[in-house]
């Protein structure tokens, strides 16, 4: 019976990983987090309540608990990041302060107490990397310029990264996941309006909810590989099962590559798709693609990658796991999920 700490356990993957825990696993889930919107049905569940241990609070203030948390659990997963690109270019310190600064102690807590540390990496650290396929163990780290302050995020996860390894070096049981662009229900709020302010799919659907226009930002002909959220979840669990230390000390790539799209394909996807839902379709009838340049919606610190494919050899291999959800499956279970919230995000155009 493990009992794994989730910091961030409200956050996207938190809460669908929390979830997992408790209906498969007899495992305890230790949660910390400054909100509970996307976990109220977990805290409610009257069958959970005994497995699911909530204490609202920040990982930059109550230090104290989180290391009392790490030294009393056998998984340490630090969610806590931001990971919006817009804030990149506007508030790069902030991503460094939280992203960086505020998980070192984590990282240094699981070392001293010698802990599982389960860290998101992610997909940005390749950068612009040339490769036809993003090789955790070889592939090559490229990012822009100091004056594109986009590649903050890239890079403070970067040296998070190269300090956990260097841990590991020193003994640390660590596991590095790079997910490349999970999506889901609770990706961000479709309720948010304003462009930049969250991810591209969930972007996308407020647009199609509401009847706006969808911007293409420099045409969208930048891809990026999909990935259904209860794919990353399984390779996940599999992870922190960690069955005969497989998962000790590696660093895998969590994505999709057969669900590879352009930004705008991902669009006409969503259009068509909206239409075969009442709730959506009066909504659909009324977008328009317009096109925009990345310095028109982002600000002129953006940079952009062209194509981001996983490499997931060793992911499939030594953790005996595959992707298996279809970009029209994964499209359709987002759909799926907002039909009851379409009337809330419609008033925001007022």
Not at 50 to 65: A, V
Not at 232 to 243: R, S
């Amino acid at each position: 019976m493990k009992k794994v700490l989730i910091l961030g356990v409200n956050g996207f993957i938190g809460h669908h990983l929390s979830k997992r825990i408790l209906e498969t696993t007899d495992w305890h889930v230790y949660g910390m987090d400054m909100n509970t919107d996307r976990i109220t049905d977990l805290l409610e569940n009257e069958s959970y309540k005994s497995r699911m241990h909530f204490f609202e609070g920040d990982i930059t203030i109550n230090k104290e608990w989180v290391e009392y948390h790490v030294k009393k659990c056998d998984v340490i997963l630090p969610l806590v990041a931001i990971a919006t690109p817009s804030t990149y270019v506007k508030a790069p310190l902030r991503v460094f302060e939280l992203d960086f600064e505020a998980n070192l102690p984590i990282v240094r807590s699981a070392a001293k107490y010698g802990k599982h540390l389960v860290f998101p990496s992610t997909s940005e650290v390749y950068g612009m990397c040339h490769d036809e396929e993003f090789d955790p163990e070889n592939s090559e780290l490229i990012c822009g310029p100091i004056n594109k302050p986009r590649w903050i995020y890239s890079n403070a996860k970067q040296l998070m990264d190269r300090v956990i390894w260097g841990y590991g070096m020193e003994g640390l049981n660590f596991t590095l996941f790079r997910p490349f662009n999970w999506i889901g229900a609770g990706l961000d709020s479709i309720h948010t309006p304003k462009e930049g302010s969250s991810r591209v799919v969930t972007q996308f659907f407020g647009h199609i909810v509401r009847g706006e226009n969808i911007s293409l930002v420099d045409g969208g002909a930048q891809k990026r590989a999909f990935t259904d959220i209860d794919d990353g979840i399984d390779a996940l669990m599999k992870i922190i099962e960690n069955k005969n230390g497989a998962a000790t000390g590696k660093i895998y790539n969590i994505g999709n590559p057969v669900n590879n799209f352009s930004i705008r394909e991902l669009a006409a996807m969503m259009l068509e798709l909206a239409p075969q839902y009442p709730e959506y379709a009066e909504g659909a009838a009324k977008v328009q693609i317009v096109e925009t340049t990345s310095g028109a919606y982002y600000g002129a610190g953006y940079q952009d990658v062209q194509n981001r494919v996983p490499k997931i050899t060793n992911t499939c291999e030594e953790l005996g796991w595959k992707p298996t959800t279809t970009m029209a499956e994964a499209l359709k279970k987002i759909f799926d999920a907002y039909r009851g919230q379409v009337a809330e995000a419609q008033k925001l155009m007022d």
